[in-house]
């Protein structure tokens, strides 16, 4: 029974994070794009970016924010995080079940620390915005390889889909921003 209860429990977890990964971009997006101006009971909307001919890559983008100090800071905590993030997966990479596993945790946070760097290095230079996006790739496919070998070896069958759905969502956000960055 109280394996069942596990499972069910965990099935929930993935449901409601899944709901929440997919509502978020469309709340954010709703209240970014569709801001409006009330002038005696008329509402007036903002056309989008793209109406307006100002179609940005998503790494131009983060590059105007990172030249603010609000940006500057947030890149130092994300190169902070991502340190320790790396010390934590070489430490536990001891109790790792197998050494594959240990190579694709320590491939994602290895990236996402050269990610970060990146992005650090990016408030005080100009730099290409495919290299961040190759990063981001390297750690969506070392990520996504992870979470379906950890997958794999909790579950099987139905209680592993959303795990494994996870992984290739995230696989197909690095893949669209890499393509997105190569044009």
């Not at 990964?21 to 793209?50: D, R, Y």
């Not at 495919?130 to 990520?143: C, G, K």
């Amino acid at each position: 029974m109280k394996e069942t209860e596990f499972s069910f429990r965990k099935i929930v977890q993935n449901s409601v994070a899944a709901i929440a990964v997919v509502a978020t971009p469309g709340i954010a997006l709703q209240s970014a794009h569709a801001e409006s101006v009330e002038t005696n009971h008329v509402l007036i909307v903002k056309a989008l970016p793209q109406e307006q001919g100002d179609d940005q890559r998503i790494f131009d983008q983060v590059d105007e924010f990172m030249e603010t100090d609000m940006g500057k800071t947030l890149a130092g905590l994300f190169l902070v995080f991502s340190a320790l993030n790396m010390i934590r997966t070489v430490d536990h990479g001891k109790k790792l079940d197998n050494r594959r596993k240990f190579a694709e945790a320590l491939g994602a946070s290895g990236s996402l620390l050269a990610l970060s760097a990146t992005l650090a290095v990016s408030t005080v230079a100009e730099i290409d915005p495919r290299i961040p996006a190759s990063l981001f790739m390297a750690n969506a496919t070392f990520q996504a390889a992870y979470s379906i070998e950890d997958e794999r070896q909790r579950w099987r069958g139905l209680p592993a889909a959303p795990g494994i759905g996870t992984a290739a969502a995230l696989f197909g956000i690095g893949t669209a921003i890499l393509v997105d960055s190569l044009k």
